[in-house]
């Protein structure tokens, strides 16, 4: 296992999580 390639999915993994909060957070004030 590279260091360089679970950093990678770390910082993919994050990410994804990121935009899915700012989603949900467009979402609810959508509906507000």
């Given amino acids: 296992?590279?260091?360089g390639?679970?950093?990678k999915n770390?910082?993919?993994t994050?990410?994804?999580e990121l935009i899915?909060?700012?989603t949900?957070?467009?979402y609810?004030?959508?509906n507000d």
């Fill in 1 to 3: 296992a590279s260091t």
């Fill in 5 to 7: 390639g679970s950093l």
């Fill in 10 to 12: 770390r910082d993919e």
């Fill in 14 to 16: 994050q990410a994804r």
């Fill in 20 to 22: 899915e909060a700012m």
């Fill in 24 to 26: 949900q957070n467009e």
């Fill in 28 to 30: 609810r004030a959508q």
